[in-house]
């Protein structure tokens, strides 16, 4: 499996030159695009990896999952699906144009943003602050299970987070237009605020692999421990299937056959059912915002692993 | 004449059953439906006025066409132009969706929504305070050249402004996809209460009939003054011909031929091209937001006095 | 006057390298680029012309504005309205996009493709051959009445009309999706044949100004023959103005002030209201489908006869 | 196994009530609405059915995955998807407006209307009839490897095809913009008389479930024999666990976590991985197009077996 990995990483690293690193945060641009690694954490929490698995990075909009993740568990399904629906879209991840036209009077789906902006604002906690700092509290617990015990490596990176909330005026323009619609409660920089702090969490790629273990293993952490419900699990592992990837799920899908979710960050989080939960790094990215090394190891390894699960 | 406007204001009286006032907005849901009203000012500054045309009421999207001419005197047309296209869109006043789709990068027009919060926002002045201010002055001195100098009415109702600062999530929404776009300077809050007070401008119909007469002789005032430049009226005139009146302009045009303006609030402001001023006011409106009894009296006083300008 | 033309002509040569010709079709693309002239005809059918005015060409979209008064004369209001809006749209000429989105259930105006099909299937007569016979006698009436009898020159270039209906795949979307709309009585192909037919009429810019006076006296030809009623010429007036250039609709009324229609055969025809009928001919097209010397003359041309009519 | 089954379709008799058969060809319509079926094939081409599994209905869409594999198989995926996208839409199955906003220029996948009758002109053969024949042999060969050799079952429905043809605007609307952008070769009416065709083939509910364990089986047949590559079986099941159910494919994924594929004539194909095909029938649909029977069948026999792939 090492030597699997191994392998993998180092042919991704060419395509490190086919993408490019997002730039619209000084912070996201300056890191170097020629990274790349991939993990693999098994049902005990063994991880084998190889490449930059132990670099942070801004895990972006992977935290989209961990924060439904939690608001499934916390909240309840009607609570999240009475607000955002479970339909693809085919739509940049950043459109507004179907909160106007769309007679479901609410976002399509929780991993696009503005249906990721709507799920952050259920998080567990009356403040941003607090409700970071719960968001915060369930990842620590899925990957302090590991062997290792990281969890001290979840943190937030004020940086971009700050700069998000700088410049992030589309995603403010979203947030107005959920609040007309009554889907954010209370305030909205408030609930933006959380929406830019989650986004802004750092994590490296074992982490990430842990994280993709407890959807793998359907909500059962190292151990035996059960961190998310089955149901929860498979409902996230669902809209992973059909719209983790952008305007690139469904050829991700076709060709890994895995749900998965990928970041600007460069990272991509994935489960096989029952087997591993992975995770690939990648910064330079592709057309449709997803690590272009991390699609080319994750496809890779499904076929020599034989993932694809439908 | 009199004989005239008081019989098409006899007349109009039923449409006021047919249509219902504007509800989004306390403070304009409790006027009284049946209010009509309809003016003529002419070269003079002579009115003649039938009905209830000295009641005040807010001239909400009225208000786009002063705001349009003052900034267009006072930054130049490129200025305002760059920054807001001149087309007609199809699309409701609000729609967000073309700030997405279109390759032009900024608002169609300047009368909807996202245009006319991009030219308020140019008004002159450094703060929301500073902007209207200038727009007040500009309407006053529109209006003050009147015979009867009935300049005192012109004043803002802080409970409307304050409730469409409160609700218009959607205003609030279109403003930070404009700062997106570049199109918006400085703080989009800011930005957002000049509009947000311009809207709600108190005039009465007597006094639109006025402002109206300003555009009909191409910018001269009652005595000989000239207030806006030839260029500027004919430009406002023209845009009011093709998006005066949201998605009823074409209707409005093939039956009366006028450039006018609408808003919410009830009002009409027209121009007869070196004939007269005109301004209609009625409540109660139609499914597009137009006044019944305006567009039933502008289209008849249009045929009466074959105003038809094409 | 004559010097007026040959100077605005002559300026206007320059506008040809600006441009590019309607490509789409062979037959329209080997026209020579440089050709430009402008016609003026007054109220009693005498045009004063100057440069390329005595070419025959193809009058493409034009033709939206000749069919629509026939219609509206022989069927009425309503049969044209039921079934066509009078709304614009900021969208492209062919788009098809709101036929499937607008609850209007119909084209948005009858200068669009989609409205122009209508209208075109609404012609007096059971064929689209009969219908065309019913057009070009239209055509050859208004032209007829001038002092030097033209109407020879009336003719439907067949090489074009086969070429269109060759390669008008967009067009017959778009007649298929009318024809569920309910909008497009009995055979689509037909309907589809009398509209390519009417875009391959060819006339010189002096026979296009003399259809231009037609609109400019509200119907009645030189001689006081009335052909079309002062209603059927307003209606269409009104339209030219708020969509008659394509695109530009907007601009070419904020600079020229006047009802016009174009075709991306290079023609445009318009009216000044008491005045003149107009035509100008430059098949050098700008990004909309405009005749780029066209534009530029006619609007140089209403501001040295101060032809801007709101 | 049996009594499972037995009991869902019970249950699911309930919900004839809550839908409504497709009325918009009337040999559709005239179905009873009570129907109700479930199969289910092993690898070894044994059935376990339960109520009207042997009454042939329209499959209507499902064809769609069947001429998909084919094409896949004769002509290969770069035939097939540089015609076709593989990205789900978020529109309704026979939108259009993608076609015409989408930077792609080409429909975004095989199973929306667009992309179907796209890849309906790549079936073998050089005409309508030849094509049909070459699916039809295809189907047969997939249900003719059961134990009970029903391959006489498949055929076409002339009256439905007919009524299709003769009323399918809105296809015919889709298949010349496809023209346009040069997904359709040679003629459009013989590739829409393909997709008519294809779409009026007649199974029942227990032919189904053999064509379902075709993709379950990753394209071996009972006995051994291969129809289709493992790569075709698989694409197809991604897309069908993406866009399988028109604007009911995420709620679908989410509830029963497997790939199928809906028709409006009440049908439902499934493949559970290396388990079962799967098929229900009951005509009547719930308002996106899906069978309500079918659903709240497939979505408990998937909770029961624990079919849940991901």
């Known amino acids: 499996m090492q030597d699997l990995l191994d392998r993998l990483v180092a ?3 060419v395509f490190a030159a086919k993408g490019s690193v997002a730039a619209y945060i000084p912070a996201l641009a300056k890191i170097d695009p020629r990274l790349v690694g991939l993990a693999l954490a098994d049902r005990d929490g063994r991880v084998v990896e190889s490449g930059a698995t132990r670099i942070p990075f801004s895990i ?3 935290s989209k999952v961990l924060s439904l993740s939690l608001v499934l568990e916390s909240r309840g399904e009607e609570a999240v699906f009475s607000r955002v629906g479970r339909e693809s879209t085919g739509d940049p991840f950043n459109s507004i144009i179907r909160l106007e036209t769309s007679h479901l009077g609410k976002p399509y789906n929780p991993l696009i943003n503005a249906g990721a ?7 567990p906690g009356r403040t941003a602050v607090e409700r970071l700092a719960s968001l915060l509290d369930f990842v620590r617990s899925a990957i302090a299970a590991s062997e ?13 987070a700050a700069s998000e909330s700088a410049t992030g005026f589309r995603n403010r323009s979203i947030g107005w237009f959920l609040k007309e619609l009554g889907l954010v409660e209370g305030d909205v920089d408030e609930a ?6 989650q986004c802004a969490i750092r994590l490296d790629a074992a982490s990430l692999a842990r994280l993709g273990a407890v959807f793998a ?3 059962v952490l190292p151990g035996g421990k059960r961190l998310l419900s089955t149901r929860t699990a498979r409902i996230v592992k669902s809209l992973m299937m059909t719209c983790g990837l952008y305007d690139g799920s469904g050829d991700f899908g076709v060709e890994a056959g895995l ?3 990928s970041g600007v960050g460069g990272g991509i ?8 939960g992975l995770a690939s790094f990648g910064p330079a990215l592709d057309g449709r915002g997803n690590s272009v090394a991390g699609v080319a190891m994750l496809t890779a390894l499904s076929r020599e692993l034989d993932l694809f699960e439908l």
Do not use: H, N, W
């Open 148 to 160: 290792d015990g990281r969890s001290a490596a979840v943190m937030v990176d004020e940086e971009v």
């Open 11 to 13: 042919d991704a690293r």
């Open 269 to 276: 989080l994935a489960a096989a059912k029952g087997r591993f």
């Open 259 to 261: 749900p998965a979710k």
């Open 217 to 219: 293993f359907d909500g």
């Open 60 to 62: 972006q909009s992977v």
């Open 117 to 123: 902006i709507v799920v952050s604002s259920l998080l």
């Open 192 to 197: 933006l605020a959380t929406y830019f702090s």
